[in-house]
């Protein structure tokens, strides 16, 4: 990966420190607290918004497991300052307690041409790994993807409950673009993945 702009927050003055919040109780999730739609349904009309795609990585835990990732779409900007994305995961998810217990994390923003590793990173089970080159974040050390457009290197700042969901806060500590800038965004709308220039499903 040719060598990307970074942008390092600590440089320079910082803004006062933010206390993380402590880590939500998990609980289930109440009958009337269900929502009175067919998820199916839900689903379908959700799937008109077109989202970005993302792979969220974490360094290994332990020497043993290896790092880890997982596909998210759910991936937002939250706050300039202090500077703070959000993304969300099932709270099912056999990856995040292992990015929970790293307390770090880098999100990579996938190219257009990065269909098959979103594939490969949303498979739960696997050796997400395998074949895959990245090298290390700057203040993280979270794998950072070879090829994607963008990345930014977080430690965990706090994390909320919601619904099915958890809501993960990180702040950013440092954040680039990658070499592959030039190609656009892979994008999901209605079930599959699009480039900007894609008609959209009939």
Not at 65 to 81: E, K, M, R, V
Not at 99 to 111: D, E, K, M, T, Y
Not at 120 to 149: I, Q, Y
Request: glycine share 10%; with cysteine.
């Amino acid at each position: 990966m040719a060598a990307a702009a970074v942008r390092y927050l600590r440089s320079g003055p910082r803004p006062d420190p933010v206390e993380a919040l402590p880590r939500p109780e998990l609980r289930c999730v109440r009958e009337d607290e269900r929502l009175p739609v067919d998820p199916a349904e839900f689903r379908r009309v959700l799937g008109n918004f077109a989202t970005g795609v993302t792979v969220v990585t974490a360094p290994a835990a332990d020497i043993e497991a290896g790092p880890a990732g997982f596909a998210c779409q759910s991936f937002s900007s939250l706050s300039l300052d202090p500077p703070l994305v959000a993304f969300m995961v099932g709270r099912t998810s056999t990856t995040w307690p292992r990015i929970a217990r790293a307390g770090v994390f880098c999100v990579n923003v996938l190219s257009a041409g990065q269909g098959d590793l979103c594939r490969a990173f949303a498979v739960s089970g696997a050796d997400k790994f395998t074949g895959v080159r990245f090298d290390a974040a700057p203040v993280t050390g979270s794998p950072r993807l070879t090829g994607a457009l963008a990345w930014v290197d977080c430690a965990i700042h706090a994390v909320h409950t919601g619904g099915d969901h958890l809501i993960v806060v990180g702040r950013v500590e440092a954040l680039g673009t990658g070499d592959a800038a030039s190609d656009g965004p892979l994008l999901f709308h209605r079930g599959r993945f699009a480039g900007l220039d894609d008609p959209p499903p009939g």
